[in-house]
């Protein structure tokens, strides 16, 4: 299972999400246009979180911030 999830929250709400259940956070980045991508440092708690926030959780390709630029 990946670390890895797409959620349609925004960064604080994410921050908070994983904070009241325990997880870590390993890097989290804004989506475009809207949304929030956060990877956790454990497969079992993003797991576990994922489920919790189902009706958040964007399936299928997302536009992701470019971290630089040329």
């Known amino acids: ?20 259940h325990g997880a870590v956070i390993s890097s989290i980045e804004p989506l475009l246009p809207s949304g929030t991508r956060v990877v956790l440092t454990n497969a079992e708690q993003a797991a576990s979180l994922r489920r919790k926030l189902k009706a958040q959780v964007i399936e299928g390709v997302v536009r992701r911030t470019p971290l630089r630029t040329l």
């Open 1 to 20: 299972m990946s670390r890895a999830m797409n959620l349609n929250l925004t960064r604080d709400e994410v921050e908070a999400a994983v904070l009241k």
